[in-house]
Each structure stands twice: as C-alpha cells, then as structure tokens.
C-alpha cells in the first residue's frame, strides 16, 4: 500500500493549493479518507475527512475555506484550500483507513507554508 501526497509549497496569506494524495495497492473506493496536519511544535490535527459514501467533516478552523474530494477512477483524494492563513502552515498529511477494522495507511506529508 502507498500514499503519495503531493502539490505543497509556499504560498502568500489569502492564495490557494490543492494537495493530492495518489493511493495505491487498496481496494480505493471501500476507504474513507482524511486530511491531518501538524504545525511546529503541535499535535498533529485533523483538516477534513470523507467516508467512502461522500459525507464529509470539516475542523472549524478551515469550515468554508476548504474542500476535500476525491477520484475513485484515479485513486485519488484531493484537498482544495483556499484563503490561506499562516496558521494554515503545517506539514499535510494524507490517510485512508476502513471504519471498524485496523487498517489505516498514512502518506509521507507535504508541506505547506503561507507567508503573511
């Protein structure tokens, strides 16, 4: 099973980036799936998680900036953030996992910086 979590970077407060994340070696569509991050010196946090019906969760810290979605035909989950804040700065990382069970894979993060 792999994780490719791609499409961070450096980015000015008020821009925008879509994070992908690519899976392979699992059965994509059984998976829910979600966004955490981690900032220095923080735990790491959940952003946005989508079960494998489509519901969705939101932190209130990024309700109505950010969208997660995903591509079952191209194995790929997508997180779409816009009006970026320098509290946005975190390394992001990707996870599926099937409610119930054990299973739960991790991509390797990418990072994100906003500049103020």
């Known amino acids: 099973v792999q994780l490719q979590a791609y499409g961070g970077g450096l980015v000015q407060a008020g821009g925008s980036l879509r994070l992908s994340c690519a899976a392979s070696?699992?059965?994509?569509?059984?998976?829910?799936m979600g966004w955490y991050r981690q900032a220095p010196g923080k735990q790491r946090e959940l952003v946005a998680r989508?079960?494998?019906?489509?519901?969705?969760d939101y932190a209130d810290s990024v309700k109505g900036r950010v969208t997660i979605s995903r591509d079952n035909a191209k194995k790929t989950m997508y997180l779409r953030m816009d009006s970026l804040k320098a509290e946005d700065t975190a390394v992001y990382y990707c996870?599926?996992?099937?409610?119930?069970?054990?299973?739960?894979?991790w991509g390797q993060g990418t990072l994100v910086t906003v500049s103020s």
């Open positions: 996870t599926v996992y099937l409610p119930g069970t054990g299973y739960n894979y």
């Open positions: 070696g699992i059965a994509f569509t059984l998976y829910a």
């Open positions: 989508m079960s494998n019906g489509g519901s969705t």
